[in-house]
């Protein structure tokens, strides 16, 4: 069994920081790349930040400059910093993470619950 948890959200104010961390836990052999979408209320599920294990990173263009993204490969987790938050950026937050399981031919994508971020205006 492949596990994914997020943590880290809350109810900040406009302008204001939140650090998110994802954690992958269970039977596997090694981690592709991790991403991050969200979903206001209303709206579609929509891809925020990726990561891979190499370190490489692409952000949409609406959080450039606001957020960043990390991984510790050691802790299989991923981290995404937060700052500059406006009303906008309001949502749930899941992660997503692409892990190849022990004794799995094939990785396969594992979704987290989801992390609520209010950004008070």
């Known amino acids: 069994q492949v596990q994914v948890v997020e943590s880290g959200g809350g109810l900040v104010q406009s302008g204001g920081s939140l650090r998110l961390s994802c954690a992958a836990s269970?039977?596997?052999?090694?981690?592709?790349?991790m991403a991050w979408y969200r979903q206001a209320p209303g709206a579609q599920r929509e891809l925020v930040a990726t990561?891979?294990?190499?370190?490489?990173?692409n952000l949409v263009d609406s959080v450039k400059g606001r957020f960043t993204i990390s991984i510790d490969n050691a802790k299989k987790t991923n981290y995404l910093q937060m700052s500059s938050l406006t009303s906008e950026d309001t949502g749930v937050y899941f992660c997503?993470?692409?892990?190849?399981?022990?004794?799995?031919?094939?990785?396969?994508?594992?979704w987290g619950q989801g992390t609520q971020v209010t950004v008070s205006s």
């Open positions: 997503n993470a692409y892990v190849r399981p022990i004794a799995s031919t094939y990785p396969r994508y594992v």
């Open positions: 269970g039977n596997i052999e090694s981690v592709h790349s």
């Open positions: 990561i891979t294990s190499a370190g490489d990173v």
